[in-house]
């Protein structure tokens, strides 16, 4: 029977499939500009148009064609002292993100503020941002991908005490086009076991935010 798939886990495309999609994506663009009125092939300035607007978009969404960052557990059962270390809040924060609106492909640029409560093991510190960054290179809507973090990180960590994610972005949806409102950002957050039961780590968490 297949294991199955993790909230987290993408199936990674090979490079020649990754260019064919480059490929077809410029051949669109090239439609796209045309459409629009354009003389691009023989304006120097969108003569390569097409192609940048390609591999941009795939960088955007990376996270659905690449695999998640490596993870580095620690086992703190295995370390000296780890009654200490156990049940110490890990804050991280702000992670700059860089994604786009799902409805209108336009982007989400902001910081997620991450927390979370160990029990047996802990992540490298690094792997966190690289993990959220990743997450967040694909269309996304803020109130899920808030959800996402949450449940990617238990995923990872089965026996976590707790997680506390704080989003807070400007979306270009809402800036450049629409209401036309560059001032406003967007704010979610999330919280799972010890943060869910107690007020005063979640207090304390977006004391830190604040800070």
């Known amino acids: 029977m297949a294991r199955p798939i993790k909230s987290w886990?993408?199936?990674p495309l090979p490079p020649e499939e990754l260019e064919k999609k480059r490929e077809k994506l410029e051949r669109l663009f090239e439609e796209f500009l045309t459409i629009l009125g354009?003389?691009?092939k023989n304006d120097p300035n969108m003569v390569e148009t097409p192609k940048r607007l390609?591999?941009?978009v795939l960088e955007l969404v990376e996270g659905n064609f690449t695999p998640m960052p490596e993870i580095t557990v620690f086992d703190l059962t295995k370390m000296e002292d780890s009654e200490i270390v156990e049940r110490v809040p890990v804050f991280v924060g702000p992670i700059e993100i860089k994604s786009?609106?799902?409805?209108?492909f336009l982007p989400i640029i902001g910081n997620v503020y991450f927390e979370y409560i160990p029990e047996s093991?802990?992540?490298?510190l690094s792997k966190i941002p690289r993990v959220i960054k990743w997450l967040a290179r694909r269309p996304i809507i803020q109130e899920l991908f808030t959800k996402q973090i949450v449940k990617t990180f238990i995923d990872l960590l089965p026996d976590v005490k707790g997680i506390a994610v704080y989003v807070k972005a400007k979306h270009m949806c809402m800036t450049v086009r629409g209401v036309n409102e560059s001032n406003a950002y967007m704010v979610t957050e999330a919280f799972y076991g010890l943060y869910e039961e107690n007020e005063e780590l979640r207090a304390n968490f977006l004391r830190k935010i604040k800070e």
């Open 121 to 124: 093991k802990v992540l490298g």
């Open 38 to 40: 354009y003389d691009w």
């Open 9 to 11: 886990e993408t199936l």
């Open 100 to 104: 786009l609106c799902s409805h209108h």
């Open 54 to 56: 390609a591999k941009m």
